[in-house]
Antibody, heavy 120, light 110 residues
Framework: EVQLVESGGGLVKPGGSLRLSCAAS????????MNWVRQAPGKGLEWVSS????????YYADSVKGRFTISRDNAKNSLYLQMNSLRAEDTAVYYC?????????????WGQGTLVTVSS | QSALTQPASVSGSPGQSITISCTGT?????????VSWYQQHPGKAPKLMIY???NRPSGVSNRFSGSKSGNTASLTISGLQAEDEADYYC??????????FGGGTKLTVL
């Protein structure tokens, strides 16, 4: 069974940093692209970042470019999101998701999410 | 990258069919067959319902179907059931090698 478990969320002050983790199991982690998607309270989904299976291709949404860094450790079956210079508008539930498990271009399995709150 | 355009809400009675539209541009929906749809119940993670415009993952009911014409994709749910009441989001790959979601549609089963 595919499982994705996010951790690392919490309360942080504006300008602060936080590192999210996503532990994967039940599939061959090193074979799939992984993504972070966020959802602000009461709002819709927003794609944040994508990393290919071998970390060769990395992409970011304009809203986080230069502040967030996605990475992965295939030996540990783990995905990470380093978030720096956090702003109030970064407050959201952050989900990790497998991409292209079934086909192409879709987020096929999601974790339960971890809440990041940026507030003074 | 602007969000894809979805109606804020749709409703239908049990047994009826509804369709949710998702309008983008030639740089996203119209340019690629990488349109997907997600169902999200309150407090839960999104669930993939349709990928590559019209394909259903294993385990998703065949009451859910997807299509695309030009820059607009559509999700149709036939034989509405109470458990279908949820938020639905579309997503598309873009020419910038990024992904964009729709604003979401709240489905109410009357």
């Amino acid at each position: 069974e595919v499982q994705l478990v996010e951790s690392g969320g919490g309360l942080v002050k504006p300008g602060g940093s936080l590192r999210l983790s996503c532990a994967a199991s039940g599939f061959t982690f090193s074979s799939y692209s992984m993504n972070w998607v966020r959802q602000a309270p009461g709002k819709g989904l927003e794609w944040v970042s994508s990393i290919s299976s071998s970390s060769s291709y990395i992409y970011y949404a304009d809203s986080v470019k230069g502040r967030f860094t996605i990475s992965r450790d295939n030996a540990k079956n783990s995905l990470y999101l380093q978030m720096n210079s956090l702003r109030a508008e970064d407050t959201a539930v952050y989900y990790c998701a497998i991409r292209d498990y079934y086909g192409s271009g879709s987020f096929d399995y999601w974790g339960q999410g971890t809440l990041v709150t940026v507030s003074s | 990258q602007s969000a894809l355009t979805q109606p804020a809400s749709v409703s239908g009675s049990p047994g009826q069919s509804i369709t949710i539209s998702c309008t983008g541009t030639s740089s996203d929906v119209g340019g690629y067959n990488y349109v997907s749809w997600y169902q999200q119940h309150p407090g839960k993670a999104p669930k993939l319902m349709i990928y590559e415009v019209s394909n259903r993952p294993s385990g998703v009911s065949n009451r859910f179907s997807g299509s695309k014409s030009g820059n607009t994709a559509s999700l149709t749910i036939s034989g509405l059931q109470a458990e279908d009441e949820a938020d639905y989001y579309c997503s598309s790959y873009t020419s910038s090698s990024t992904w964009v979601f729709g604003g979401g549609t709240k489905l109410t089963v009357l």
